[in-house]
């Protein structure tokens, strides 16, 4: 077939490939991450890490802060009380088959981050920020 058919014929089919997997349940996102750390990436790059222990138990670090916390269900949301932290930090997080995104307060009209696996085990211990 010439390409100018197959571009119609494809034209009218829905984007299936680039749909949002659903946002995980709390169980789901337990499964997925437990014993695990996870890059964090945004538009810019990497900027993060986080690692997440048993128990719902959560560290995070990047270049200005590491905090550690545990994470809860709220909704559709996973949502981090992380230790001198006033207000949570509440996501959606959604499986890409050995990775993740994850949009601010559940929102997909802004920009999602990227979770990818690392072999890293974040700690607070010694840490000085940069």
Do not use: N
Not at 6 to 25: D, M, T
Not at 53 to 60: D, F, N, S
Not at 66 to 74: N, V
């Amino acid at each position: 077939m010439k390409a100018a058919t197959l571009a119609i014929l494809f034209a009218g089919l829905p984007l299936v490939a680039l749909a949002e997997a659903p946002a995980l349940s709390a169980e789901a996102f337990e499964r997925l991450v437990e014993g695990k750390t996870f890059d964090t990436h945004d538009q810019t790059g990497r900027y993060g890490v986080e690692t997440f222990l048993p128990g719902r138990r959560a560290i995070w670090r990047d270049a200005d802060r590491c905090l550690e916390g545990r994470w809860r269900a709220e909704g559709a949301m996973i949502c981090f009380d992380y230790i001198g932290e006033p207000l949570p930090f509440c996501w959606t997080y959604h499986d890409q088959g050995g990775w993740m995104t994850a949009y601010l307060e559940g929102d997909p009209g802004t920009e999602p981050i990227t979770l990818y696996p690392s072999e890293d085990v974040v700690t607070c211990d010694g840490f000085l920020g940069v």
